[in-house]
């Protein structure tokens, strides 16, 4: 009989130890749905507190400080004009930074997101932040390739920066449309570790593949 | 058993699955209902977002006591425990403001402050660059700011109503005993650091914290750079001069040396100058800088230079008709200045800087030789402590020692004086929040001087209030001393310190990128200094018997806003002030004090031209200058200061700027006054020659090219 009792103790906790990872996954399956569908500042606002609710329960999960972070960097750039706005925003995608490269010091997809976030610091003062910032995002976006050469979020931000400096030096950045095309053709080649995994991007890159084959 | 068995297989199934609890509510803060706050239950999944109306609505299977939280960005997270037990839950929450110190009120009083760390700053690091006139001098860009006189015959700081001696200049924390380049008499001189080292610049022009002393009219406080983002290369090409620039970087740190040669002899073979040179001025200058992280929160910073230079030049000996004399300038400044800040454990925090001038001027004037040296070293301990986020306490000591001799040779003899002070000084400053509304900042200073075998207490307070969202008043007294100059102390140790009692009252709005500030101050100065008879080198000759006071309004708007790409300021201050030091026989205005000094700055960036151009122009009423043939002591009149200056940066590509100045475009003759002889000649008149600035306009033309391995890092912040 305490064979039977110890053995319903056992599958019981099992179960509930399958259904606490369960649930993480499922909290963030949830969130990620919750997130493919953000189209304003306050979807945004919303998704994030879900993945700041996630981070706050698993301790020892990068994934939903990716995301959070993810989010308030989006806010960022929808912000439409207040600048200290923008920087708050940033601030705490900032705080999710430190906590994410702690947990997984050598994920290429956190420095990939970086080099984003750099660029949003930029985009809210471009004048004074130039400089600083277009080297923090290329040095960001360069240390996630050095840690995956084959990430596409990577390889996209990339480009989407060179892209931008051409353009802006008054070079065409249509020298680099051969590339977005390579890197759409390549993307599903790319293995995401798992459905939680960021992504994202594939959208971004057949845009600007169509914008090269428009001839803008 | 069985029984037991389904029982308990019950108990746990109805635990999963029985009776949920609706937590429902309201979010608000002060201003209203919150949207978007994050409702939860802590340490797990259970939560949601609040919906436009600042509504949440949400279920759980959680049972027993847990608590509820609300969080939103810049707000203090509310928590409260609950009881579940399936019965619905309505809460009333409310999110008062965290307290943020960077969004807090500041005193502002007598500071301006450059950088990008708070929102709330007037200026920020690229301004001191861009401004157009200062061509690259850290105290060019300052003289646009109100509060100060350019000199043009000078180029150092006059603020408030004070000499350039009254003002001092911090590098991390620790004194630069020689921040401007050696020179002639009247003869403009620049600040010796590159601006692009620092990220951020306090410029205090009275009233500042009992951390500052030595001062009795301003401090300029200059934070380096901290790490380098890359391994570069950077070149430099001026009409001036050449230089090079190499950065290493490692995990935890960086090194950067530099080497640069400047000679102006090419540019003013082409340029027309007032000034007969015989050698033209150059200069070498050796710089290595160091960075290293030390543990989680430490930082290590070394900076250590070379300078050499040197010129000729022929001037006109007034005191004898005809005779023209060479003087002949030789300087050789060592400077090092290492600082190191850290957290100690979660609370404390330290920080220690150091400093060593080793300054020596040789200089050959007719058939004299004549030598100055200034050792001087300074050293910084400051801890701090915040009791709360809202109380924290600074304390701190210092020790500073200078050595400074001169030695004339003529054919015939030698005469040389010399003196040591070492001035040891503690201080201590409490800084309290009373809300994010009011904050109030008390301090004082104590020094002792070895040399003059006196001590000295230094009290400050101020205080700001935010009286708006987006105003704030602020006040700032306190007293402040300095040794007499050391031209005096080498024949004399019977003097006092000499004494400046501030009074400070400012008002500043900033609102959508633009901002007013008005300022009104009075300072009264007393023990100054004087040389009561032409004996300098009897020590009975000096007193503290002089005084002086100054007064006046600092105005300044400054507007990022109504011009898409364009960013203008404009200042002006009025300066009444009067005093009675060094060998003035009577109280009188100083000569280096105008009442009405105005500068207006524009900088417009063409995006379409990748030109950053800047356009300012400078008045400054007309100075008064002595002339000793004239009863009326400082009784002549200059004409005033005008000028209008233009500058031009251009991204060539991303790794080339190409940098273009011109400074008074429209050669107005400037009038420094006139020099006399200081003997009468047979006539019984003292013969003068007027003072004149090098050249009427300065045009600068540079390329600067940074060479890394992405070649992505540009060097908008080498323009010089």
């Not at chain 2, 425990?81 to 969004?103: C, D, M, Q, W, Y």
């Not at chain 2, 008709?321 to 330290?350: M, P």
Request: glycine share 8%; charged share 20%.
């Amino acid at each position: 009989m305490k064979t039977i009792l110890i053995s319903i103790v056992l599958i019981f906790s099992t179960l509930t130890g399958i259904s606490q990872s369960n649930e993480f996954a499922g909290a963030m399956g949830e969130a990620l749905g919750q997130f493919a569908n953000c189209k304003s500042i306050s979807d945004y606002q919303a998704a994030g507190n879900r993945f700041s609710l996630i981070a706050g329960t698993e301790k020892k999960e990068w994934l939903p400080y990716y995301y959070h972070s993810f989010c308030y960097i989006m806010m960022s750039f929808m912000e439409p004009g207040d600048a200290a706005k923008k920087d708050s925003y940033l601030d705490e995608a900032e705080k999710s930074f430190t906590k994410m490269i702690e947990l997984a010091p050598k994920e290429s997809e956190i420095y990939a997101l970086q080099s984003m976030f750099y660029s949003a610091r930029l985009v809210v003062n471009p004048m004074e932040r130039g400089q600083k910032y277009s080297a923090l995002s290329a040095q960001a976006v360069g240390m996630a390739l050095g840690l995956d050469a084959t990430n596409p979020r990577a390889k996209f931000i990339k480009l989407r920066n060179d892209m931008g400096s051409a353009q802006f030096f008054g070079r065409d950045a249509k020298e680099y449309c051969p590339d977005a095309e390579e890197l759409l053709a390549s993307w599903d080649t790319y293995k995401v570790k798992s459905p939680l995994y960021p992504n994202w991007g594939k959208d971004q890159v057949a845009t600007i593949v169509n914008e090269c084959k428009a001839g803008k | 058993m069985k029984t037991l068995i389904i029982i308990l297989l019950l108990t746990i199934l109805q635990m999963t699955v029985s009776g949920q609890t609706v937590i429902s509510g309201i979010v608000t803060t002060a201003e209203g209902n919150l949207p978007g706050a994050n409702v939860y239950l802590e340490g797990t999944y259970d939560g949601v977002s609040t919906n436009a109306n600042g509504e949440f609505s949400f279920k759980t299977q959680k049972k027993g006591k847990m608590m509820l939280k609300a969080s939103f960005v810049g707000f203090e997270t509310f928590t409260k425990e609950i009881e579940l037990n399936g019965s619905p839950i309505h809460v009333e929450i409310r999110l008062t403001e965290a307290f943020n110190k960077l969004e807090a009120v500041t005193i502002t009083a007598g500071t301006f402050e450059a950088s990008d760390k708070k929102r709330a700053n007037i200026l920020t690091p690229l301004d001191m660059i861009t401004t157009a006139g200062a061509v690259g001098d850290v105290y060019g860009a300052l003289q646009t700011l109100p509060g100060t006189t350019t000199n043009g015959e000078s180029g150092k700081l006059f603020v408030k109503g004070g000499d350039s001696e009254e003002s001092q200049t911090y590098i991390d924390g620790s004194l630069v005993y020689t921040p401007y380049s050696s020179s002639a008499p009247n003869m403009s001189v620049r600040g010796r650091f590159n601006p692009f080292m620092f990220k951020g610049t306090i410029f205090s022009t009275g009233g500042y914290s009992a951390e500052y002393g030595q001062a009795l009219s301003s401090v300029l406080l200059l934070n380096t750079n901290d790490m380098p983002v890359e391994d570069q290369l950077d070149l430099s090409f001026m009409t001036v001069g050449l230089g090079v620039a190499g950065t290493r970087l490692w995990k935890t740190g960086a090194v950067t040396a530099s080497l640069s040669y400047n000679n102006l002899a090419p540019y003013m073979w082409v340029v027309p100058q007032n000034y007969n040179w015989v050698d033209y001025p150059s200069n070498t200058e050796g710089a290595v800088s160091l960075r290293q992280k030390t543990g989680k929160t430490g930082m290590l910073k070394l900076y250590s230079s070379y300078t050499s230079s040197k010129y000729t030049i022929t001037q006109e000996d007034l005191n004898h008709a005809g005779k023209y004399n060479d003087y002949n300038l030789e300087n050789g400044n060592y400077f090092v200045n290492t600082s190191w800040k850290s957290n100690l454990g979660e609370k404390w925090t330290i920080a220690i800087a150091a400093s060593f001038t080793n300054n020596n001027d040789n200089i050959a004037y007719d058939t004299l030789n004549f030598k100055k040296q200034l050792r001087g070293t300074h050293i910084k301990n400051v801890m701090s402590y915040p009791f709360s986020n809202k109380f924290t306490i600074r304390f701190g000591a210092e020790l500073f020692s200078k050595t400074y001799s001169q030695q004339y040779i003529t054919v015939a003899n030698s005469i040389g004086s010399h003196f040591t002070n070492t001035t040891s000084v503690a201080f201590a400053e409490a800084e309290v929040y009373a809300s994010s509304k009011f904050v109030t900042r008390i301090g004082t200073r104590f020094e002792y001087s070895g040399y003059l075998q006196r001590a000295n207490a230094a009290p400050r307070i101020s205080a700001a209030y935010k009286v708006s969202k987006n105003a704030q008043i602020s006040a700032a007294y306190g007293w402040f001393y300095q040794d007499p100059i050391n031209d005096y102390l080498l024949y004399t140790s019977y003097l006092k310190f000499e004494r400046a009692d501030h009074y400070t009252l400012s008002f500043q709005q900033s609102q959508n990128d633009r901002t007013v500030r008005t300022e009104i101050y009075y300072k009264n100065y007393s023990g100054l200094a004087k040389l009561n008879s032409e004996a300098f080198y009897l020590p009975g000759s000096y007193t503290n018997t002089g005084s002086g006071y100054a007064k006046g309004v600092d105005i300044f708007w400054r507007d990022k806003k109504t011009i898409k790409n364009g960013d203008y300021w404009v200042s002006y201050s009025y300066i009444d002030t009067k005093r009675n030091y060094r060998n003035y026989p009577e109280t009188a205005v100083p000569g280096f004090s105008s009442t009405h000094n105005f500068a207006a700055v524009y900088k417009h960036w063409f995006g379409s031209l990748r030109s950053y151009v800047s356009l300012n122009y400078k008045y400054s009423s007309p100075r008064v200058y002595n002339n000793p043939n004239s009863q009326v002591f400082n009784g002549e009149h200059t004409k005033p200061y005008r000028s209008t200056d233009v500058s031009w940066s251009f991204l060539l590509k991303q790794n080339v700027i190409i940098y273009a100045a011109v400074t008074n475009v429209f050669g107005y003759k400037q009038d420094y006054g006139n020099s006399y002889a200081t003997i009468p000649d047979a006539e019984g008149v003292y013969r003068s020659a007027p003072i004149v600035p090098g050249a009427d306009r300065f045009f600068l033309l540079a390329c600067f090219i940074t060479l890394s391995k992405k070649g992505e890092a540009n060097q908008v912040d080498k323009i010089e």
